[in-house]
């Protein structure tokens, strides 16, 4: 049997808990081997980001290539895009290699507020990235960032503000609610026939460092093992569910603290 394999695109978070360190543990917590291409390195913790330093578009490139050279990717997920070269570099590289599955998180803004996309970059997700992505992942705010429209607060404005972001290319869109009130944390699956709610109890914990890059990553890591786009939503909301309600057993850092990636093993 073949190895499933996934690939994540996107920024480091040196304190661990988003960006590739998250969708790496994401991966392996899911049995599935990761790879991963650097967009950026953060000077991060869990109070906020104090520096980024951005990786050259043509290397962002070479490693694309030499990971599609030699590994057979399943999934890829692309997170933290940085600015609008290196997000035109993994548009013209994933263009030559033609993965079967790409999810997108429009990354924006970090858990602690920091800003970590231009608008020159959101541009060039809404028509280089976003036409190419099997699903996009935006929480609230980011859904209403890429439309320029206000903050969607009612099901029929997220489920109309989904079907306008399928208007971009995309042929899903997975609309995260972690943003929203209420004792439910739902998300909103829409495709062009259909509209699923997927809720789950919300936790209350201050721990919620990476949460976005981990539910995308584990939608990535359920398509590379050969799961349908629903099933893999399911499982990811179910696994993302799980290390949020278990974050509390961590005790790191005096911000947002990290979920718990790994929550099913100890």
């Not at 290319?169 to 829409?190: F, N």
């Not at 699923?196 to 995308?216: D, W």
């Amino acid at each position: 049997m073949s190895t499933p394999v996934a690939l994540t695109i996107a920024g480091s978070d040196s304190s661990g808990g988003a960006g590739i360190q998250a969708d790496l543990k994401t991966f392996a917590a899911l049995s599935v081997y990761g790879a991963s291409v650097l967009t950026a390195l953060t000077a991060q913790n869990t109070t906020g980001v104090t520096g980024v330093h951005l990786v050259p578009p043509d290397f962002v490139s070479a490693q694309i290539d030499a990971v599609f050279a030699d590994l057979a990717v399943g999934a890829v997920k692309i997170g933290m895009v940085a600015q609008a070269p290196i997000a035109g570099a993994i548009s013209d590289s994933l263009g030559r290699w033609r993965p079967a599955h790409i999810v997108l998180d429009p990354v924006m803004v970090a858990t602690s507020g920091a800003q970590l996309l231009p608008e020159d970059a959101i541009e060039a997700l809404r028509s280089r990235l976003i036409p190419q992505a099997s699903l996009i992942t935006p929480n609230l705010p980011e859904a209403a960032a890429l439309l320029g429209e206000p903050i969607a607060d009612t099901d029929e404005a997220i489920a109309a503000q989904g079907r306008r972001l399928l208007a971009l290319g995309c042929p899903a869109v997975l609309i995260k609610g972690g943003h929203g009130q209420g004792a439910e944390s739902t998300d909103y699956l829409i495709t062009s026939g259909t509209s699923i709610a997927l809720s789950a109890p919300r936790v209350a914990t201050r721990n919620t460092h990476g949460t976005g890059c981990s539910l995308s990553s584990a939608v990535a890591a359920g398509l590379a093992k050969g799961e349908e786009l629903e099933t893999a939503v399911r499982n990811a909301k179910a696994f993302i569910s799980g290390a949020i309600a278990a974050a509390d057993r961590f005790t790191v850092g005096h911000g947002h603290g990290p979920v718990h990636h790994l929550h099913r093993f100890y």
